[in-house]
């Protein structure tokens, strides 16, 4: 299984391999550019490139039913904390925090110092964070989608 998100609306890996032809449809129809191939020429979604706004575009353009509308609400991504934070390390940064419109991430009070914490609940995990952080300290994490209230 690919540890990189396919596009909002993907049905489930095996499925979505099957199904996609790997036209570029949903690659082209993203207004925001973060759709992107990747091996064998199946589309991801490249959260470096910028914010996912759920719009649809992609599923829309799909025809071979490997993107559903029905499952654009079960994103079952949201940004993850890795290695190499700046705020984590004492140095003051809070650029994710700053790109993130859904204020699902925090700073522990004081100073800005700290790693941020990401509330998984209010995380869309539309990627804004991703993109904005200086040292790639974030991704999206696949998680359960019994573990977030929160739908984009």
């Known amino acids: 299984m690919d540890s990189r ?52 575009d992609c599923v829309a353009a799909c025809a071979d039913q490997a993107l559903l ?35 699902a991430i925090r700073f522990p009070p004081g100073a800005g110092l700290g790693a941020p914490m990401i509330d998984a609940s209010a995380c869309s995990g539309c990627g804004a964070c991703i993109g904005a952080c200086p040292t790639s300290a974030l991704r999206l994490q696949r998680i359960a989608i019994s573990q977030s209230a929160a739908s984009p």
């Open 5 to 56: 998100p396919r596009p909002p609306g993907a049905v489930d890996e095996a499925l979505f391999v099957d199904r996609c032809i790997r036209c570029d449809g949903c690659v082209e129809a993203c207004p925001e550019r973060v759709l992107v191939r990747a091996d064998g020429g199946f589309p991801i979604l490249d959260p470096s490139l910028g914010e996912c706004t759920f719009c649809g």
């Open 69 to 103: 509308p029905s499952l654009l609400a079960e994103w079952p991504w949201r940004a993850a904390l890795g290695a190499g934070c700046l705020s984590g390390q004492g140095v003051v940064c809070q650029a994710c925090r700053d790109a993130c419109g859904e204020r």
